[in-house]
């Protein structure tokens, strides 16, 4: 049973330039939450897409935009890279309608991210 | 969701127990709360997670106090492969996956040889 995988596992951006991560969650999940992690800081939510639509989103400028494909995988896109925006970027998947108390998100290994 | 205090690091030695506790003074009668731990460079780990009741997995297990407002991971017998990161994490038990996990910065624990 394959987990969350995410690729590429690192990339190397200039300032300015535009950067796309793709996800695909683990089998039977229907549902992708993105995180970000700075250095030494844990991870912080960008956004979650279920149904191909953004379900919730934290406090991310509009620079980061993601989609949601017909198999369940996503893509993060973030757009006007800054050199803050060097991070490990990680994804999650869980199962929508699971019963309360059973929903878990699993994590991927993550993107790490370097803007130059 | 409730905000969470864990000590920033701790130690253990191989073999031994490790009990890493949490504070979740503020937590509501509808929040779980959740451990997950992460091993440099790596993704976060689901551990356990528990509502009221002390649970028990092949990795870990979760004792929350009768009032709910702390609760401590336990490794039985930690491994030099336990040294990571671990977070407590408090959420609302909301329907369906709609939610999002507020992580803090963890506890570091270092298991020794």
């Known amino acids: 049973d394959a987990g969350v995988t995410q690729s590429p596992t690192h990339l190397i951006k200039t300032r300015g330039q535009q950067v796309t991560l793709r996800c695909s969650p683990k089998s039977g999940h229907d549902t992708v939450s993105w995180y970000q992690q700075a250095l030494g800081q844990g991870p912080q939510f960008i956004f979650q897409?279920?149904?191909?639509?953004?379900?919730q989103r934290g406090n991310f400028p509009d620079r980061f935009s993601g989609h949601q494909f017909p198999n369940y995988s996503s893509e993060l896109n973030v757009n006007a890279l800054l050199l803050g925006d060097s991070a490990l970027y990680l994804c999650?998947?869980?199962?929508?309608?699971?019963?309360?108390?059973?929903?878990?998100?699993?994590f991927g290994a993550g993107t790490r991210l370097s803007v130059l | 969701d409730a905000k969470t205090t864990q000590p920033p690091s701790m130690d253990c030695a191989e073999g031994r127990a490790a009990n890493l506790p949490c504070n979740h003074s503020t937590i509501s009668g509808n929040e779980y709360v959740y451990w997950y731990r992460q091993i440099h460079s790596q993704g976060p780990q689901y551990i356990i997670h528990?509502?009221?009741n002390n649970e028990t997995n092949e990795m870990a297990s979760l004792i929350i106090t009768e009032d709910r407002k702390s609760s401590t991971l336990i490794l039985p017998h930690a491994t030099l492969r336990d040294t990571a990161v671990y977070y407590c994490?408090?959420?609302?038990?909301?329907?369906?996956?709609?939610?999002?996990?507020?992580f803090g910065k963890g506890t570091l624990l270092t298991v020794n040889p």
């Open positions: 999650a998947s869980s199962l929508f309608l699971r019963p309360v108390g059973k929903n878990i998100q699993y």
């Open positions: 994490i408090v959420r609302v038990a909301s329907g369906g996956s709609n939610y999002k996990l507020t």
């Open positions: 528990g509502l009221k």
């Open positions: 897409y279920y149904e191909e639509e953004e379900r």
